[in-house]
């Protein structure tokens, strides 16, 4: 089985379960995608979610995004949307785009249906004020190597931190060690660059919050020899 197949397949089956566990709040039918916005209220809507040629997903994106992608040789690729999971605390709801190279994550907003895009699963603050995601790709560029930093605001998210690391390493697992301080590990190659050479942990890096705004240092390293 392909990489992408298997990849579908897993989409299936979380999308599957996830649905049956909260049936009260997103469904499928005839292949659609139906996320309940303002769920059990009287001015209850609906978003609806449909796999899409990637020809038509370009459409439906900002002029800067359109500069940043190219068509020629994908338009007729399918984009899929799997229901990933209901996060009841934070009143969002976190679909799986599934790309035929790369995945991305949607965040919507139960209360108010505004959608926000992130790269990485996002991980939260325990007292859900921030969340981060770190997506690793120093090898493919399927998918943007970076870390992003959200923040909840009075009426939405926003990225109040953001690091593009380039093409010699990248930031995963991210653990929050308190509310203002989150830890991850450092990934890179091993032995100078290049797709003959092995990638693997070099380190670690903590971001943390001060006065001034949120700051990334290096912690310890590793040497391979």
């Not at 949607?106 to 790269?119: A, L, N, P, Q, W």
């Not at 990638?199 to 040497?223: F, N, P, R």
Request: charged share 30%; with cysteine.
């Amino acid at each position: 089985m392909s990489a992408v197949n298997y990849a579908k397949k897993c989409g299936q089956l979380i999308d599957r379960n996830q649905l049956n566990k909260f049936s009260k709040f997103a469904e499928r039918k005839g292949g659609k995608l139906y996320i309940k916005i303002k769920p059990g209220k009287a001015k209850a809507t609906t978003k609806v979610y449909e796999n899409i040629f990637y020809k038509n997903f370009v459409k439906k994106m900002s002029p800067s995004e359109k500069n940043k992608v190219k068509i020629t040789s994908r338009a007729n690729e399918v984009i899929s949307f799997y229901f990933y999971n209901f996060l009841k605390d934070q009143n969002l709801y976190l679909i799986w785009v599934l790309f035929w190279e790369g995945s991305q994550y949607r965040i919507i907003d139960s209360e108010t249906g505004r959608e926000y895009k992130v790269f990485e699963e996002p991980v939260f603050s325990s007292d859900k004020k921030h969340f981060i995601s770190a997506s690793f790709d120093i090898e493919s560029g399927y998918r943007p190597n970076r870390i992003e930093i959200w923040e909840k605001t009075a009426s939405d998210w926003r990225v109040v931190f953001k690091k593009y690391p380039g093409n010699t390493w990248g930031a995963i697992h991210p653990i929050w060690v308190d509310d203002k301080t989150v830890k991850l590990e450092k990934h890179g190659w091993l032995k100078g660059t290049g797709l003959t050479n092995p990638i693997g942990k070099t380190g670690s890096v903590l971001i943390k919050k001060y006065k001034s705004g949120w700051k990334l240092q290096q912690l310890d390293l590793i040497i391979h020899k």
